[in-house]
Each structure stands twice: as C-alpha cells, then as structure tokens.
C-alpha cells in the first residue's frame, strides 16, 4: 500500500483533508468564546506595532516576530486583531496536513500518509489552538515543513528541495525558537549521509551543509543580528525560558559565565514560586522521576490517549524492521531531540501542553502506522471459522478502524473554548461602552482589560486584605475594580462582608447559568 491512495489519488485525499481540518477550525474559531491570554499578553502589542511601522518596537517585546508580522499582514485587509490572529491560525493549522501526508506517504505509504494527516485534522489540540490567538499553529506549519523537506534532502540529491529546508528551518525559528532544533539535527545527517552510488563524499555532504545553513540564515540573520545588538551577546531569543537554557549550555559546555538578563532572573524567580506551590517539581533525587511522570502525562494528553497507543503500535510492532537509513532515523532523532528538551523542561521549568503540540504532530505518523500494524495483527488473529461467513478485506478493516478512531475523539475536538469565561468579555465590553478611552482597570483578569481597552492595574495573586485593596485602586487611579465570585476570596478572605458601599459601587454583574461571575465596580473617591 506504499504508493496507494485512499480516495483514489493525492488530489482528492488533500482536497478532503484539506476541507475536513477546515470546515473543524472553522467551527472551532466560531466556539472560541474568548482568545488565549498569550494572545492579548504578548502577540497583539506587537502585531500592533508592526502594522504601524514601529518595527523596533515590536520587536523590543522579545517574541519571535513572525507570527505577529502575519497578523499584522492579515489586519490590512481583515480590518481587526482578533480575528486575524484567529485566522492566521486557522490557515497554517489547516495546511499543516500537507507536509504531514507527504511525510507520511514517504515513509509508510498512501493510506498511512491519508490516516495520520485525518488525526492532525481532529488532534483535539491542534484544533483549540488554530482557532486561538497563538503562534503554535503556524511554527507547526514550518516546524513539519521543515521535516519533510528535510528528509526529503536526504534521500535525494536536489538542492532546491535542500535549499527549501533551510527556509522552512528559518521560518519555523522566527516563529518560535525551538525551531533551530530541526538545523541542528539535519545538518550532522547531512554531513555524515552515505549516498547509495558513489558512498560518503564529504565534499558533497559539506557543501549541502554550507546550502542548508546559507538558506537558514537569509531568513533568521536578521533577527539574530538584531539580537546580538539588543542583547550584547550571541543569542537565539530574548524569551526568558530559552534564554535560560541558552545561559545553562554556556556554562556547562563551553565553561563561560554570560550574564543573566533581568527578565531571566524574574523568570527564575516565578519558577521558584511555582515549585513552592507544587507546579514544578521540586529540587531532589525525585525531581528527575517527577519530570518524567509529568513529560508522559503532558505527551499523552496532548496526543490524545488513543493516538498515543497507536502511536506505540506503530513504532514498536511492525511486520518489516524500520528503515533507519534514509526514512525512520532523521525523524526518530528529531523526536529524541525534543523529547530530551521537554524532558528538561518537565523536570526544571514550567511546562505546558502547548509546548508538546509541534513533537505530538510529527509522532502522528506513526500513530497512522499504527492503524495498519493493527489491522495486520487483528487480520492474523481472526480467523475465518471464528468470523462464520463474513469476510472482511484490509480495505475494510481499515476503513473501519480509522472511522471507529475518528469517532471516539472527535467529541473531544468539537468542543467549546472558554465558554464558562464568556462573563469576562462581557465585563469589559461594558466597561469599553460606558467609559472614556484608556479607563484605569483593577483586576487580576488580563482578558477583562484587554476587552476594555484599558490600563491594567494588576491586583495580584497573593494574600491581601480588602482595606489594601481599596487603598492601592485609589493610589493608582483605578476607575473600575473587576474580580471573579470564585477567585477573589482566595486573594481576599472575607472580600464580599467587608466591603463597604462608600469604597466600591457594583456597577455591572454577569450572573448567567454556567458562566463564571464577575462583578464590575466603581471605586469611590472619599
């Protein structure tokens, strides 16, 4: 089945796929009731800037600039932030079935390549972020692409498809960081490939290397280089949690002291706090066991239970040995890669789901695989007799489990986001409509403000006590308090009896069946 097809050619698997990974975001960005609070925290302002020209101070935000420049692109013609940024998700989140199929097709075949490509489609976390205001779905897109035209380097000898690699390689890490991981795996491949006619030529093999590096660097230098003059050091990016890993690789490799960067140092400080809390595991002998517990927690509930088994069929149980030469190898060690950073991570830092998305797409594959080792094994065990006179063909069977798959997860994919937290754009909506611009918000809700359009004055996470409370929206010219029925309590103990009417009038209440509650109120001058 390496060159069938299931539909009957490339073109009408695609075009199906294509539709299907569409027609799911789409309904998806229609059931997204509020964006993520990356969105509004640290996409939007400089996507902001960007469509303004201010490129310096877009970029002095310290995020990857490409997922912002597309929005930035995008609100040119659609007029509005949001929903550009929704839509550049949508977009790359549905294309990314196109290098996921080839890969696919590449190394397992036809109905492997339409399968994996139909669980990118319903990956219940790769839908809810390319319905979302976040830059997974397109790093994603060029992390995959990066991949596929990667391998196919590797087999062939085409320098286009090479020079496309580096590219797509650029372009993933002006997205996001992590995406140098795909240049420093490739490259030793390169580098040490043997060509099947004329053996190792290292002549040949440094020359790809110089192409694919040549390539990487027409999109990234620039941003590199304004790094190095941002910074003052030779760096990959300015977020506080590569930076740290950047610093660790410095010491430990090339004995060097680099400073610590401030935003590095508040990022330790917050990692510290979330460790005193219990969301990070904690320093000691288990803290290596914890973070694999929580690697594999966070990988299985990103990939989906039911994938992740199929994706262990499919790379453990096979009826021919894995083809390390030129298919299985160089992507085996891309997951390694990753999975030895997230591991880290896991272990160290903090971590979240969304940090697994791009390694759970590539580990579709061979969850596609695994349907075919599947039906092969089921094929041997059900006999004829045990069937009576049903006869099922391989088409079939397979057919049957894909469709039996797609039905089991799918309740999970088409699912609402945030609808219990519709209260907090209505929140700030009102506030928007009944206020002069820029109003001053107290709240510890980022999405409250950004509907509002305000300036956030941040309540906090800690302990306080309501006089506190009261006296620092007076000190610093809040207008309007926002807070949560559930979550103020926990911030304030007692918040609701003592409130007193001359200190803040409610002004505004969202108090419909399963939303969450949030009060809007006027603080008071005395």
């Not at 998700?89 to 399968?115: E, K, M, N, Q």
């Not at 992390?143 to 062939?156: C, D, H, N, Q, T």
Request: aromatic share 14%; with cysteine; net charge positive.
């Amino acid at each position: 089945m390496h060159k069938e097809s299931a539909l009957g050619n490339e073109k009408r698997d695609l075009i199906f796929l294509l539709g299907f990974a569409l027609a799911l975001r789409i309904l998806l960005y229609k059931w997204t009731y509020l964006i993520a609070i990356d969105g509004t925290g640290f996409y939007l302002k400089p996507a902001q800037y960007f469509a303004s020209g201010q490129w310096m101070d877009g970029l002095a935000i310290g995020y990857h600039p490409l997922y912002p420049i597309l929005v930035a692109s995008f609100s040119k013609v659609l007029g509005d932030f949001e929903l550009s940024g929704q839509m550049v998700s949508v977009l790359f989140g549905t294309l990314t079935v196109i290098p996921i199929y080839y890969l696919a097709r590449g190394t397992f075949g036809g109905w492997s390549a339409f399968i994996s490509s139909l669980f990118l489609a319903i990956l219940p976390r790769h839908v809810a972020h390319s319905a979302d205001f976040l830059s997974d779905p397109t790093y994603t897109f060029f992390f995959i692409s990066a991949v596929w035209l990667g391998w196919e380097a590797l087999r062939g000898d085409d320098w286009k498809i090479l020079f496309l690699a580096g590219l797509a390689t650029g372009l993933a890490y002006l997205t996001r960081a992590e995406g140098i991981g795909v240049l420093l795996t490739l490259g030793p491949w390169l580098l040490f490939r043997r060509m099947h006619s004329q053996g190792w030529n290292y002549r040949r093999n440094g020359y790809a290397c110089f192409i694919l590096l040549f390539s990487f660097l027409l999109v990234a230098s620039p941003y590199i280089l304004y790094l190095r003059y941002y910074t003052g050091a030779w760096t990959i990016s300015r977020k506080p949690a590569v930076d740290r890993v950047v610093v660790l690789i410095k010491r430990k490799l090339f004995f060097q002291k680099p400073k610590v960067a401030k935003a590095t140092e508040e990022f330790d400080d917050i990692i510290q706090r979330l460790g005193e809390r219990g969301k990070v595991p904690a320093i000691g002998g288990s803290r290596w066991f914890r973070g694999l517990a929580s690697f594999f927690k966070f990988f299985v509930v990103t990939c989906h239970p039911l994938l992740f088994v199929l994706f262990i069929i499919g790379l453990v149980r096979r009826k021919v040995p894995p083809h390390w030469a030129e298919r299985e190898g160089f992507l085996l060690s891309i997951v390694c890669l990753y999975g030895l950073v997230l591991y880290g991570l896991s272990s160290l830092s903090y971590i979240s789901h969304r940090y697994f998305l791009s390694l759970v797409a590539l580990c579709l594959i061979w969850s596609g695989r695994g349907i075919l080792e599947l039906l092969h094994w089921l094929l041997q065990r059900v006999s004829s007799e045990k069937l009576g006179k049903i006869h099922i063909t391989a088409t079939k069977g397979m057919v049957l489990l894909t469709v039996m798959t797609v039905v089991i997860i799918l309740p999970a994919t088409i699912h609402p986001q945030r609808a219990e937290k519709r209260g907090r754009k209505e929140a700030g909506l009102w506030i928007k409509n009944n206020s002069a611009s820029r109003p001053s918000v107290c709240t510890d809700m980022v999405r409250v403000n950004y509907y509002a359009g305000g300036r956030m004055i941040f309540l906090g996470e800690e302990k306080i006590l309501y006089p506190e409370i009261v006296e620092r929206a007076r000190r610093e010219g809040a207008e309007f308090l926002v807070v949560s029925n559930k979550k103020i309590e926990s911030i304030c103990p007692g918040f609701f009896k003592s409130r007193r009417p001359e200190d803040l009038e409610e002004v505004f209440r969202t108090d419909k069946g399963g939303w969450e509650t949030i009060i809007v109120y006027r603080v008071l001058r005395r």
